[in-house]
């Protein structure tokens, strides 16, 4: 409602520019990027071909080996070597960009899609190596739970059985210790394997006996954000693109897939001249009356599974149906 | 809005769905059928399909759908409906994300024998070498979540080589199925253990052809639980030495002859029975046999890991009333993006 007045008021003299741009964008969600940061890094040489072996000298046997002094020698042993291949791969992304757009934009687009295809790069990589995860590793389902489903939702036993086997292929923590301090409420971790877990899954790891959920640490300093808690010889980590296959347990439940290493478990590829290129092609390439400019991203990578005897996992499902 | 076609090209079918991939992204998609599209064929034959993308909003097509142009029995006058509005046809699956999770529908079971090889009663779709996802079983909870590939299909049923369950106490009365892709993210991938001989050299039946993913030379790292039996495997790992596509089983030079027997538990052990039996890649042995100059641990295409599934890609459904046709019709197909 409008009242006639003799005072200049905003009805009736509007604002001429009736909305204006915020200091800062608003943030652009991005997912925790996880599946990447606990895998070793290689590169490849150029004009070599687009497969990279990795290889690994098996130990020798300890059986036997004391002379009896007979002069005979021991037989010897032939060494055997494991051969890792992967092939390199390339993926790329582009945004094509009406010059209107750019000329009348508020918020320097270029820069901000340049940004975004660096966003993509990381993610991209990120989801590549979680499907390396699920794909090529074998997992158990858990069964200390008690949701009735198989698998069940996660459990305290069935944590310290993926330890079980770990150890028993001896392989080495990723995480060093967190002494304990004098403070209250906190408890220390051991040197670690690492686990990677959905978001979905973190109610029913709050409930895990023996959790220790990261604000219980002693010391926060340099953990990654994406840390949630350390259960057993453990430290999860969680993303809300973790592994999950929806509608196939037991009970019709989605199953989440809970990858859990330790160190040289498995390796990313960079290609030496060809990671992480972004690019710009200008007007007058891209268009024939030079409006529509593109900004791309590309990059290449190779993925492996270096040793099986180091990683391990478990599909679970949660205590409520998801 | 423009169009750019992607791509285009043009293919025999068999009878069965056929899957496109497509080099990127796409908006719109097509198919002729181009051996029924000058008869007057006697049933509601499809001769032309078409797709529209999620760019089309509230017109996108759903999974397993799209627009169907069929010929009215005995006569050339076309009609025009969509393939869900039939039971019997399928339509088009556009898939472009990882895991590569085919949207079909859940399809129930009526029964699984426990014979060997066990022989599944469905009414079905689906195509010799199709991969099927079972789960929610009842009886036979031990399988359940785990994948087969099928063979000798018929419309009421299929055979799983891959599972000699007739030493499984009941077999299954009901259940559901899921086609999944061949392949998953990535090659070599994880297969499930159906059994394992006590042998010199142990031979190990897989769920589904273990050909299309491993070869002589290649190294796979066993994961058993003590539930089914042969837990001295569990964590060893062996060099594979054969082959064999017709029984799927791979041979490896583990000696399992001492081994405990290798069996599933029981159906009446679920849910607290630790499942699956499987293996996993873990390199390869390179060598080479001086008799034969025959040179293991040098075939790229299966042991180097690598993309499986490539998406994006679009799966027609096979048949005479989908997108791919009967059995020797020819079929033209087209994919369509937006402009930028």
């Known amino acids: ?322 | 809005m423009p169009f750019t076609i992607i791509t285009g090209g043009s293919f025999t079918s068999t009878g069965a769905g056929v899957k496109i991939l497509l080099p990127s992204s796409a908006d719109y998609f097509q198919t002729w059928n181009i051996t029924q599209m000058p008869l007057a064929p006697a049933t509601a034959v499809v001769v032309k399909a078409e797709w529209f993308g999620s760019k089309f909003g509230f017109g996108a097509t759903a999974a397993n759908d799209g627009i169907r142009w069929k010929k009215t029995n005995s006569t050339n006058a076309l009609n025009m409906d969509t393939f869900s509005t039939a039971t019997a046809s399928n339509g088009f699956t556009y898939v472009s994300t990882n895991p590569v999770i085919e949207p079909q529908a859940a399809n129930a079971i009526t029964g699984i024998t426990a014979a060997s090889p066990a022989v599944v009663s469905q009414t079905n779709t689906y195509s010799d070498g199709d991969i099927i996802q079972f789960y929610g079983t009842t009886g036979m909870l031990q399988i359940s979540g785990m994948n087969f590939q099928i063979s000798s299909t018929s419309g009421s049923g299929y055979t799983l080589i891959g599972l000699r369950a007739a030493g499984f106490a009941a077999p299954a009365t009901a259940g559901f199925t899921r086609r999944i892709s061949k392949y998953l993210a990535v090659d070599p991938q994880f297969l499930y253990i159906t059994e394992i001989t006590k042998a010199t050299s142990a031979v190990v039946r897989t769920s589904v052809d273990p050909s299309a993913y491993y070869v002589v030379g290649m190294k796979i790292h066993f994961s058993i639980p003590y539930s089914f039996g042969m837990y001295e495997m569990n964590q060893l790992t062996g060099t594979i030495i054969a082959v064999d596509a017709a029984n799927y089983t791979l041979t490896v030079d583990i000696d399992s002859s001492a081994f405990t027997t290798f069996a599933f538990p029981a159906s009446s052990a679920s849910p607290t029975a630790q499942l699956f039996a499987t293996l996993a890649p873990a390199g390869a042995r390179t060598q080479r046999d001086p008799n034969t100059w025959v040179e293991t641990g040098y075939n790229f295409q299966y042991q180097a890991f690598h993309t499986g599934q490539f998406v994006p890609y679009m799966y027609l459904s096979g048949g005479a009333q989908s997108p791919a046709g009967a059995a020797d019709d020819v079929i033209n197909w087209m994919a369509y993006k937006l402009e930028n």
């Open chain 1, 1 to 322: 409602m409008s009242f006639p007045t003799g005072i200049t008021n905003i009805n009736n003299m509007a604002p001429e520019l009736p909305v204006q741009a915020s200091e800062d964008l608003l943030s652009t969600p991005q997912f925790n990027l996880i599946h990447s940061f606990g895998v070793d890094l290689h590169h490849a040489e150029t004009y070599v071909g687009k497969t990279t072996r990795m290889s690994r000298f098996e130990r020798l046997s300890t059986d036997g080996g004391q002379l009896d002094g007979s002069g005979i020698d021991p037989a010897s042993e032939v060494p055997t070597r494991t051969d890792i291949d992967a092939t390199m791969e390339i993926y790329a992304k582009s945004i094509v960009t009406n010059e209107q757009v750019v000329l009348w934009e508020n918020s320097k687009t270029l820069t901000k899609f340049t940004a975004l295809l660096g966003q993509w790069l990381r993610e991209k990589e990120d989801l590549l190596m979680r499907d390396l995860f699920s794909s090529s590793v074998s997992y158990i389902n858990a069964t200390g739970g008690t949701n009735g489903d198989q698998p069940s939702n996660i459990s305290l036993n069935d944590v310290n059985n993926i330890e079980t086997i770990l150890l028993g292929n001896d392989a080495r923590t990723m995480l060093q210790s967190i002494d304990a301090m004098d403070k209250f409420s906190t408890g220390p971790t051991r040197d670690a394997f690492i686990a990677l877990a959905s978001t979905n899954l973190t109610n029913d790891l709050q409930a895990v006996q023996g959790v220790l959920l990261k604000n219980a640490y002693p010391q926060q300093a340099g953990l990654r954000p994406e840390e949630y808690c350390s259960i057993s010889r453990f430290r999860f980590f969680v993303s809300s693109k973790g592994a999950k296959t929806p509608g196939i347990s037991m009970l019709g439940r989605t199953v989440y897939t809970i990858p859990m290493y330790g160190l040289e478990a498995a390796a990313k590829i960079e290609q030496n001249n060809y990671t992480a290129v972004i690019g710009y092609r200008p007007p007058w390439v891209v268009s024939s009356v030079a409006q529509n400019s593109q900004l791309y991203a590309k990059f290449a990578i190779a993925r492996a599974i270096t040793n099986q005897n180091w990683i391990s996992g478990l599909n679970v499902t949660t205590r409520q149906a998801s």
